[in-house]
């Protein structure tokens, strides 16, 4: 990838001057394509989505491409067959702008970035803190729940009819990116453009049955097995859990996304890490934390996130990615740095 990133501080983007560029963009611009990060999560797939709704409303054409499959439990978002894996965007060399939502680096599209002819235009639209912005266009805002509710804003600037499709998509993403309004990010913002939704269409009983109720009798069992593994670090300050590769083959069709989630719900540690080995030696670790910033953490172990949700990939044995994430953990805790 040649592409230079712009500066690595964060900052949050002027939310009126950029969306008025971006709307220029749309208005000049033909062709599209619309992308995430890989391993696309509600809130990612609701922008992406939201967006395709807006270049619709320009009668633009756009493709959505993402390196990853779309996890069945987001089937039920309106339009989400529009959504194209990697193996579907042969040529790419007719895109002017590339629209890349929800990702705090190009390298999180995974091969996607590659794709994207060095002649195109990128628009960089997200809310996590770390953002590269790497794009020519970045609309930032860290304070906002989500990236399905940036979109929104723009979507509403655009003087654009809210139609129950796109409540319904912008109250996934919120809900999703917000743990269903319990998270630090809920904010009267986030709790007024939900109640937005709602009278827009958004039935937040079905939201919340089509995302909770449809999981396999196996993700509830590796859950199960998962919790039996919990184990408090550094004088209970962390609490962990890991499932591996073996155990997962006893349950090939579990989700294991937001199982992290359940260790916060002990009192008394301040961060939590699941470990989940996807391949053998190679495991996908999620911090979580109530008053520390995990972000700084999944950082200096390659990865990233948001101060308070983030994750990253390491290789090893689970001794070794243990013995890693405790490393980074004490020396951050020594040190007071992670407030
Ligand atoms: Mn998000």
Same mark, same amino acid.
């Given at each position: ?101 929800? $990702? ?62 796109? $409540? ?19 904010? $009267? ?10 009278? $827009? ?139």
């Amino acid at each position: 990838m040649n592409r230079k990133n712009g500066e690595t501080k964060v900052r949050s983007s002027d939310p009126v001057s950029v969306h008025d560029e971006i709307k220029a963009i749309i208005k000049k611009e033909d062709r599209f394509l619309i992308t995430t990060h890989v391993r696309p999560d509600g809130d990612s797939l609701a922008s992406v989505l939201v967006f395709a709704g807006l270049l619709d409303a320009f009668r633009k054409s756009c493709r959505i491409c993402i390196d990853d499959g779309v996890p069945r439990k987001y089937d039920f978002l309106p339009g989400i067959e529009r959504v194209k894996s990697f193996d579907d965007l042969p040529d790419s060399s007719g895109i002017g702008t590339a629209v890349v939502l929800d $990702a705090s680096g190009l390298e999180r599209t995974g091969r996607i970035g590659d794709r994207i002819p060095e002649t195109a235009r990128i628009v960089n639209i997200d809310h996590h803190e770390g953002n590269s912005r790497f794009g020519e266009v970045n609309c930032i805002l860290t304070g906002s729940s989500s990236t399905a509710e940036i979109v929104y804003d723009l979507y509403r600037r655009c003087d654009l009819p809210l139609t129950p499709e796109v $409540a319904r998509l912008v109250y996934t993403g919120i809900v999703c990116d917000t743990g269903c309004f319990r998270f630090a990010n809920t904010g $009267a913002q986030t709790l007024e453009t939900a109640a937005e939704m709602v009278r $827009a269409g958004a039935d937040p009983g079905k939201i919340i049955h089509d995302l909770q109720n449809r999981h396999s009798a196996h993700t509830l069992q590796a859950l199960g097995h998962a919790l039996t593994r919990i184990r408090f670090f550094l004088d209970d300050a962390v609490v962990g859990m890991h499932l591996t590769c073996q155990d997962l083959k006893q349950f090939p069709e579990a989700d294991t996304e937001g199982f992290v989630n359940y260790l916060r719900m002990i009192e008394g540690p301040s961060v939590q890490f699941f470990i989940n080995e996807v391949q053998p030696g190679r495991h996908r670790v999620s911090l979580r934390s109530h008053e520390k910033d995990v972000n700084q953490i999944a950082g200096r172990l390659g990865g990233g996130g948001h101060a308070r949700a983030a994750g990253c990939d390491i290789t090893g044995n689970l001794e070794q990615v243990q013995d890693r994430i405790l490393g980074c953990l004490s020396a951050v805790f020594k040190a007071g740095r992670a407030d």
